[in-house]
């Protein structure tokens, strides 16, 4: 994989965005950093079989997904929280049924959507937003970005994402967007 364009900011939460077959469908993953910015990546996946939850620390760029388009700061963590914040992650179900929190059917998208929310309730993370909005945003950016990391420019970082703004410059952002 290129290198990332930005880098992550310690204590934070984003939303890892991966391209999938389909224009504009995208593998949700959550990425948490931690005092130090080392992050971890959290998601739910059915690559290999049934739904299961997954988590592995990334230490170097290339730890992360080749799909990856986009990574965007939707969060931060409550540095006095920040022992609980895996375990509040994984109390969020990754069984394929649907989220306790919307009804939804359950996929990876939402799995991200339920563990955001728990994140708040819990105190474990500030978000910059309700995830619906956080959803919406974080969509526009993988769709800016696409064309960026698909043709071998890595993915793009965003620490500074605007809720409801149209995104521009997204060709030559730095990824302090």
């Avoid at 929190?101 to 978000?127: M, N, P, Q, Y």
């Avoid at 969509?139 to 890595?154: K, S, V």
């Amino acid at each position: 994989m290129a290198a990332l364009n930005g880098n992550t900011l310690p204590d934070s939460v984003y939303v890892a965005l991966d391209a999938r077959p389909k224009k504009d469908e995208y593998h949700w993953a959550i990425v948490v950093t931690n005092t130090h910015n080392a992050p971890d990546l959290y998601h739910a996946s059915n690559l290999t079989g049934p739904w299961q939850f997954l988590t592995r620390a990334i230490r170097r760029s290339s730890d992360f997904s080749m799909a990856l388009i986009v990574l965007v700061k939707v969060g931060t963590v409550v540095v006095e929280n920040k022992p609980d914040i895996s375990s509040a992650i994984q109390q969020v179900p990754a069984d394929d049924e649907p989220s306790r929190r919307t009804g939804e059917a359950f996929s990876c998208r939402i799995w991200a959507k339920d563990a955001l929310a728990h994140l708040a309730a819990s105190g474990s993370a500030v978000l910059e937003g309700d995830v619906d909005a956080l959803e919406e945003m974080a969509r526009r950016y993988a769709a800016d970005y696409a064309a960026r990391a698909e043709t071998g420019e890595g993915a793009t970082i965003v620490n500074s994402p605007t809720i409801g703004a149209r995104i521009s410059g997204a060709t030559t952002a730095s990824g302090d967007s």
